[in-house]
C-alpha cells in the first residue's frame, strides 16, 4: 500500500524545457547501516500523454526503467553521504512522462528533495542552486540518456538501453 501523503511532486520549466517527477519514499531511521529497499508497484508505461511508473520488475519487449532505478540510487547515495543518521529507505514509486520531461537526473534529483523534505535535513542552499542548475542542464548534449553522479555533479560514462 502506498502513502499518497508521502508523494513527492517537483516540477518546473526552464528555459522553455520541462522538468518533472514524482517520488513516494518510505524513511526510517536505521540502527545500523543506510538500506533501500525497492518496491515499486508502478505499471510501467502505458501511453504517450500519461503518466509512467516504474514498475516492480521491467519486462522483455517494454519500456525499461533501469536508468530512472539507478538514479533514485544515486539520489539516495548523495543525501547519505551527507548526515550522519543511517536510514531505511523503501522507494514505493517513481512517476514522470518518458521522454518529454523526465529523465534520470530529474528523478535523482527530486529524490534528494523529497528525502530532504521527509527528514528535515537541509542541505547548504549554495549546494542545492548547483545540483539544480546541473539538474536544468540534463536535457542538453545526450545527458538525458545517461545517470548522473550527483557527489561529482558529472555523468557516468555509459549509456542505458
Known amino acids: 500500500m502506498i502513502n499518497e501523503t508521502l508523494d513527492y511532486r517537483w516540477q518546473k520549466v ?5 522538468f518533472f517527477a514524482i517520488i513516494n519514499l518510505k524513511i ?11 518496491e515499486y508497484t508502478g505499471d510501467g508505461w502505458i501511453r504517450m500523454g500519461d503518466l509512467a511508473s516504474i514498475p516492480a520488475k521491467d519486462e522483455p519487449g517494454k ?3 533501469s536508468n ?22 523503501k522507494i514505493k514509486k517513481v512517476e514522470g512522462l518518458i521522454a518529454t520531461d523526465t529523465n534520470p537526473t530529474i528523478v535523482g534529483y527530486a529524490t534528494i528533495l523529497a528525502f530532504c523534505k521527509q ?12 545540483i539544480e542548475d546541473f539538474t536544468f542542464r540534463s536535457w542538453e548534449d545526450k545527458k538525458h540518456e545517461k545517470i548522473p553522479n550527483f557527489i561529482d555533479l558529472n555523468y557516468e560514462n555509459h549509456y542505458f538501453k
Do not use: H, M, Y
Open 63 to 65: 519500456v525499461s526503467f
Open 68 to 89: 530512472w532505478r539507478k538514479a533514485v540510487i544515486k539520489g539516495l547515495e548523495f543525501v547519505f553521504c551527507k548526515t550522519e543518521t543511517k536510514w531505511t529507505v
Open 14 to 18: 526552464k528555459n522553455g524545457k520541462p
Open 119 to 130: 527528514t528535515n535535513i537541509e542541505l547548504d542552499s549554495d549546494l542545492i542552486q548547483k
Open 28 to 38: 526510517s531511521p536505521n540502527n545500523n547501516q543506510n538500506k533501500i529497499i525497492e
